[in-house]
């Protein structure tokens, strides 16, 4: 099936700094970017998500950007906090957007 | 609204044993997903229904996995028999279609999870 490669595995900042979140995906046909955030233990659950007739979008500290020319799209949480530890899964629509191909995840530590 | 429903949240079972998991979509979603998640291969698609009909199962690993389901608030994953290499998180999620074919389907919510351990 088509890929989607997510980068870095793991990604450790201080509290109030930024943290980016980078993937990029191969189905030119993809055009729905979801970004799910999954606390240990428990179910993945969407935060953020951003459609292909859309460059940017923005909700309070997150933010998440597209390229579709590069085929790649990325996640920004600014003014990080302890609770954003977690792992993020980045996915992009299979085809017509009926499915996701997920990526590996990244595993965020915000230390105090 | 009580989200998607899973069940068992966990199972235990020998390897050779048959093993049912259960999934109810959010009322309303016409899309349902099943997804196994391992430390090695992280989230991955097994077989997606649209309607109650099978879309795609070509994510389902042998054909020891099988899925169904009968009707619009009911699936199941079976895999029988099971061996030890199928333990991992199993994860049902459902969405709903956006009416408008350029924009494909609407957010997917994911159940709890099944964990399986095959002994």
């Known amino acids: 099936g088509e890929n989607v490669e997510q980068h870095p595995s793991t990604l450790s900042v201080q509290e109030g700094d930024s943290a980016v979140i980078k993937c990029t995906y191969s189905?030119?046909?993809?055009?729905?970017f979801p970004w799910y955030k999954q606390e240990l233990g428990k179910r993945p659950q969407l935060i953020i998500d951003?459609?292909?007739?859309?460059g940017e979008k923005k909700d309070q500290r997150i933010a998440v950007t597209l390229n579709k020319t590069a085929k790649h799209f990325s996640l920004h949480i600014t003014e990080t906090q302890p609770e954003d530890s977690a792992v993020y899964f980045c996915a992009a629509s299979i085809n017509s957007g009926y499915a996701l191909n997920f990526g590996k995840g990244t595993s965020l530590l915000v230390t105090p | 609204d009580a989200g998607v429903i899973q069940s068992p949240r966990h199972e235990v079972t020998e390897m050779g044993q048959e093993v049912t998991l259960r999934c109810k979509p959010i009322?309303?979603?016409?899309?349902l997903f099943w997804y196994r998640q391992t430390m090695m291969r992280g989230l991955e698609l097994l077989i997606y229904f649209n309607n109650n009909v099978p879309i795609d199962d070509s994510g389902m690993p042998e054909d020891r996995f099988s899925a169904k389901m009968p009707n619009a608030s009911f699936s199941t994953l079976k895999i029988q028999p099971s061996e030890p290499r199928d333990s991992a998180v199993y994860f049902c999620?459902?969405?709903?279609?956006?009416?408008?074919?350029?924009?494909?389907?609407?957010?997917?919510?994911f159940g709890p999870g099944t964990r399986l351990t095959v002994l």
């Open positions: 009322s309303g979603h016409d899309y």
């Open positions: 189905d030119s046909a993809s055009n729905y």
């Open positions: 951003i459609r292909s007739n859309v």
């Open positions: 999620a459902s969405s709903s279609w956006r009416g408008i074919a350029s924009l494909g389907t609407d957010t997917q919510y």
